[in-house]
């Protein structure tokens, strides 16, 4: 089996925060996980860097071609369509809404 691309949605560096956002399939599942760390990150939680991820099991990444107009099990151009539609610093909660009002199944995580 050859090996799954990753997507970065979204990137921003400055000297008080760091941020990136990636979209990568593990298997048949879509994972969508954030990074951020810095000074700003640490003034916010308590500490300098905070992760989230959010999981979409194979049979509910099926949900998402059609929803994106993207044929079924076309990776590449799923990875492709959500870069293109989410790349702001809100992709990842924006991303976590569109599963949310589709009732897509999914889990989500954040550690800090």
């Known amino acids: 089996m050859s090996q ?3 997507m970065t949605l979204y990137y921003f560096e400055s000297d008080a925060i760091k941020i ?6 593990e298997g048949d599942a879509l ?16 500490d300098s860097d905070y992760e989230y991820i959010v999981t979409i099991p194979a049979e509910s990444v099926k949900q998402l071609y059609p929803l994106l107009n ?6 590449q151009g799923l990875l492709q369509e959500l870069a293109k ?17 589709h009732k897509i199944n999914y889990e989500g995580f954040t550690w800090v």
């Open 4 to 6: 799954d691309s990753s």
């Open 20 to 25: 990136s956002i990636d979209a990568r399939f």
């Open 31 to 46: 994972i969508i996980d954030g990074y951020d760390i810095g000074k700003q990150v640490e003034a916010y939680w308590g």
């Open 70 to 75: 993207i044929v079924l099990d076309d990776r």
């Open 85 to 101: 539609r989410y790349h702001t610093n809100s992709c990842y909660s924006d991303i976590r809404k569109l599963l949310d009002d």
